[in-house]
């Protein structure tokens, strides 16, 4: 506790930085190439996994300069603002020294193989517990890939987050390492989207409310939450009827996910981040994982939290209102 006390008040004396955040253009293409014809079944889901675990966004990202695996999207926290690394096979600037141990540590641990600890914008949060197999289409994937030479841009973390220990600290904190833990008796399409919910798109990450910590406030687990470094709301996914998705079913989440349509036929804006993660990433998922991931949502308790009236959504537009 006096751990997460002293790290609490470390955490308020940036809380009002504001990081700049360059958005990208709506209908900017990712730099993914497409899939070779001759293409084998593992490389085909690294492939996916690597659309719908969203690693396009930030490793292949929409804009003009962009390559594939060459990152360099910018990350704005409260803590600062961070950048997608080179992930390519590239031996000098990208991971083309690495071996798979090393890429199922950094995923599974959230190190890298100096053992230095990786931010958790890289989302080994919930990537911590992907199965075997999907961390070794992964790799799969990654390794048959053109190397880019081109260096990974530094972070730029805010005072008093780079100090010695902060990060270890943070980590000893919020960090629950994997893999994922099968529920023998949850229905198998609620089972399946609950993986592809909590370890492959990692959902919670965006949508729970985090503390002044940074910590996830689990009580209020996928009841909505935001980015302060950027004033984004992400949408409470439980099944509230008032604020949640208490009047949509399965199916409605499903062609939400594909097209961005809602059940009352509004479409979500096209400069919002939750457009690019599904034209980029959710509708690239087949349909029947699209409707276990509505299964999923639909089966966790209801939570009345609005993430619209909660006081760090709040002061954060307050702060970009001056």
């Known amino acids: 506790m006096p751990?997460?006390?002293?790290?609490?008040?470390?955490?308020?004396?940036?809380?009002?930085?504001?990081?700049?955040?360059?958005?990208?253009?709506?209908?900017?293409?990712?730099?993914?190439?497409?899939?070779?014809e001759n293409a084998g079944p593992v490389y085909a889901r690294g492939a996916l996994l690597y659309r719908v675990?969203?690693?396009?966004?930030?490793?292949?990202?929409?804009?003009?300069?962009?390559?594939?695996?060459?990152?360099?999207?910018d990350l704005p926290t409260v803590?600062?603002?961070?950048?997608?690394?080179?992930?390519?096979?590239?031996?000098?600037?990208?991971?083309?020294?690495?071996?798979?141990?090393?890429?199922?540590?950094?995923?599974?641990?959230?190190?890298?193989?100096?053992?230095?600890?990786?931010?958790?914008?890289?989302?080994?949060?919930?990537?911590t517990n992907l199965r075997e197999d999907d961390l070794h289409a992964l790799w799969v994937y990654l390794r048959a890939q053109p190397p880019v030479d081109t260096p990974s841009r530094p972070h730029e973390v805010h005072a008093p987050y780079g100090l010695p220990g902060?990060?270890?600290?943070?980590?000893?904190?919020?960090?629950?390492?994997?893999?994922?833990?099968?529920?023998?008796?949850?229905?198998?399409?609620?089972?399946?989207?609950?993986?592809?919910?909590?370890?492959?798109?990692?959902?919670?990450?965006?949508?729970?409310?985090?503390?002044s910590a940074g910590l996830l406030r689990r009580r209020d687990y996928l009841a909505g939450g935001a980015n302060?470094?950027?004033?984004?709301?992400?949408?409470?996914?439980?099944?509230?009827?008032?604020?949640g998705l208490g009047g949509w079913t399965a199916d409605d989440i499903a062609h939400y996910l594909a097209t961005a349509e809602k059940p009352d036929g509004t479409r979500t804006d096209p400069d919002d981040i939750m457009a690019e993660k599904i034209r980029d990433s959710f509708s690239h998922y087949s349909e029947a994982d699209r409707l276990a991931i509505g299964a999923y949502l639909l089966s966790l308790p209801p939570d009345d939290f609005d993430p619209e009236e909660w006081g760090m959504v709040k002061r954060a537009r307050r702060r970009e209102a001056r």
């Not at 675990?53 to 360099?72: K, M």
């Not at 590239?90 to 890298?112: S, Y």
């Open 3 to 36: 751990h997460c006390l002293l790290l609490c008040a470390l955490l308020v004396v940036a809380a009002c930085a504001r990081p700049q955040h360059v958005e990208r253009l709506p209908d900017a293409p990712v730099a993914m190439p497409e899939m070779p």
């Open 228 to 243: 302060p470094g950027k004033s984004d709301v992400h949408p409470n996914l439980t099944p509230d009827p008032d604020v």
């Open 166 to 211: 902060m990060l270890g600290l943070w980590r000893r904190l919020a960090f629950r390492r994997g893999p994922f833990e099968p529920d023998p008796d949850a229905p198998a399409d609620v089972e399946r989207g609950r993986y592809l919910v909590q370890a492959v798109s990692y959902c919670d990450q965006c949508h729970s409310p985090r503390n």
């Open 79 to 127: 803590f600062g603002v961070f950048y997608a690394p080179n992930i390519s096979p590239d031996p000098e600037h990208g991971i083309g020294a690495w071996t798979e141990d090393d890429f199922v540590r950094a995923m599974r641990r959230g190190r890298a193989p100096d053992g230095h600890r990786y931010w958790p914008t890289f989302p080994y949060m919930t990537y």
């Open 53 to 73: 675990g969203s690693c396009v966004g930030c490793h292949s990202p929409p804009f003009d300069d962009a390559t594939h695996l060459g990152g360099g999207r």
